[in-house]
T-cell receptor, first 112, second 115 residues
């Protein structure tokens, strides 16, 4: 079993839809949770991060962490064709390590 | 350009050849990371440096792989005796001292194809 599980998709939605992207994880020691966006043939870029449980909002993006369920989500409101990309969740353990553990990524396509 | 720079962007090599990639991090970022990403997968951690010191290496980093950051600025990743399974995108990231664990910025990657 992988430490971080993410549905690879693809997820196809119409423009303007609300998108929900999710990851589950097995290690309860994870403390820092991130979402990266990766366009084709580009490096990942950081979208959102949260520390421990809770919600964080930034424009059209909302990140949620539920540590009791080991479940994190990213919501995209009013999705745009420019949001079409692969979305990667990533996590960091709380102790003595700085490496990101990534999910497999979910490919999202927003059609006009 | 103030982003993380990686060269070359693409590399095609024959099996058995050695290859070397270069990463120039964002200025004054003391932490530098190498990841490998295969098609349809998320990036996998390989190794990271704080200044010139290599602090952690993944068991994915076999004896054929070596990374250096001799002056604490740019880094190189060398793969000796390449195998077809080495074909992947090699990503470099850097982080600014003083920020939280989360603020790592990635380069565009070097795509390696071993034929």
């Amino acid at each position: 079993q992988k430490e971080v599980e993410q549905d690879p998709g693809p997820l196809s939605v119409p423009e303007g839809a609300i998108v929900s992207l999710n990851c589950t994880y097995s290690n309860s020691a994870f403390q820092y949770f991130m979402w990266y966006r990766q366009y084709s043939r580009k490096g990942p870029e950081l979208l959102m991060y949260t520390y421990s449980s809770g919600n964080k909002e930034d424009g059209r993006f909302t990140a949620q962490v539920d540590k009791s369920s080991k479940y994190i989500s990213l919501f995209i409101r009013d999705s745009q064709p420019s949001d079409s990309a692969t979305y990667l969740c990533a996590m960091i353990l709380s102790y003595n390590t700085d490496k990101l553990i990534f999910g497999t990524g979910t490919r999202l396509q927003v059609f006009p | 350009d103030t982003g993380v720079s990686q060269n070359p962007r693409h590399k095609i090599t024959k099996r058995g050849q050695n290859v070397t990639f270069r990463c120039d991090p964002i200025s004054e970022h003391n932490r530098l990371y190498w990841y490998r990403q295969t098609l349809g997968q998320g990036p996998e951690f390989l190794t990271y440096f704080q200044n010139e010191a290599q602090l952690e290496k993944s068991r994915l980093l076999s004896d054929r792989f070596s990374a250096e950051r001799p002056k604490g600025s740019f880094s190189t990743l060398e793969i000796q005796r390449t195998e077809q399974g080495d074909s992947a995108m090699y990503l470099c990231a850097s982080r600014q001292p003083g920020q939280g664990k989360t603020e790592a910025f990635f380069g565009q990657g070097t795509r390696l194809t071993v034929v």
